[in-house]
Each structure stands twice: as C-alpha cells, then as structure tokens.
C-alpha cells in the first residue's frame, strides 16, 4: 500500500483521524519517538481510561512530533515528568469537548524517583531504599544533575 488514493486523477494522502475527547487531556509537540516513553513514565498505562498515542504525526512547527490524548482527570497527571523528558511539549486540559486551560510546565527545580543515576557508583545506585534526587543546575540547557554525585542526566 503506498499511502495514496487515486482520486478523481489527482493524488491524496490518507489522513488519521483521532475523535476528539470530552473531558481529559492532550500532550501535544512531544519530541518524535518521545511518546511510548512518557506514556509508560507518566503511569498512563496503569490507568483504567481511554489513551491515543500518535506517533510522528506531521507538524509545521516541528516537522514531525508525537502526541498522547488522555480521557481522564488532569489530577492524573505529573507535569515534573513532561517537563524534564520533553521540556517543549504542551498540555491541553479538554472539559465538554473544549480546550479550558494550556497550563505552563516549568522546569522543576528538583525530581525525585523519575529517573535514575547511572554512575554505579553513586549511593542511590547502591543502596536500596535511597531516593534518586536529580536538580536541575542549568535552566538554559535543561541539566540534571544527581543529589548525591552530581552525575549530569542525559536526556537523549
């Protein structure tokens, strides 16, 4: 299948429609192939409600970019971890079919238990029961630093 429908002798790419939701929220600009991932970190997979994933949905800001629509509450949501995985990524909160609200997500200045350290060596590596502590050391670069080895965390 290439994509293409002959139609009336001109061609036209196949277009995805998702529904719209009624209440919940959208994830939109999520960097491209970042989607799966904040899907399984933010716990959505946990959640009993309905979730659209679309991956590399095309975008004029962006080229390409991902999106999740989730149909439940935004108190189910942790923006600390939208923000530090995709920083550029939006949030549209949805009630009665409408966008209500575009909140803000500021960097948080420090995460807990949502990434781990690589240094093998650090304590929170080591030692069960340690929280991992990144903060945030560098807000125009977006760098995480670990609490306790000051480990830098790469987020590729």
Same mark, same amino acid.
């Given at each position: ?27 939109? +600009? ?5 989607? %799966? #991932? %904040?899907? +399984?970190? #933010?716990?959505?997979?946990? %959640? ?7 991956? $590399?949905?095309?975008?004029?800001? #962006?080229?390409?970019?991902? &999106? ?10 942790? #923006?600390? &971890?939208?923000?530090?995985?995709? +920083? ?5 909160? @949805?009630? $009665?079919?409408? @966008?209500?609200?575009?909140?803000? %997500?500021? *960097?948080?200045?420090?995460?807990? $238990? @949502?990434?781990? /350290?690589?240094?093998?060596? /650090? ?12 903060? *945030? ?8 630093? /670990?609490?306790? /080895? ?7």
């Amino acid at each position: 299948m290439s994509g293409f429908s002959e139609n009336e002798g001109t061609r036209q790419k196949y277009k995805l429609n998702v529904g719209k939701i009624d209440e919940g929220f959208v994830i939109d +600009h999520i960097r491209p192939g970042r989607g %799966l #991932m %904040l899907y +399984h970190d #933010m716990g959505l997979d946990k %959640l009993d409600c309905s979730v659209a994933i679309i991956q $590399n949905a095309s975008s004029r800001k #962006m080229g390409k970019k991902d &999106i999740i629509k989730v149909e439940t509450s935004i108190d189910n949501l942790n #923006m600390d &971890i939208i923000s530090l995985l995709d +920083h550029n990524a939006t949030v549209d909160v @949805i009630k $009665n079919g409408e @966008i209500i609200s575009k909140p803000e %997500l500021p *960097l948080p200045k420090e995460v807990k $238990n @949502i990434i781990r /350290c690589k240094n093998p060596r /650090c304590i929170a590596s080591i030692e069960q029961g340690i929280d991992n502590i990144f903060v *945030l050391t560098d807000v125009k670069t977006a760098t995480y630093r /670990c609490k306790y /080895c000051e480990t830098e965390y790469e987020n590729k």
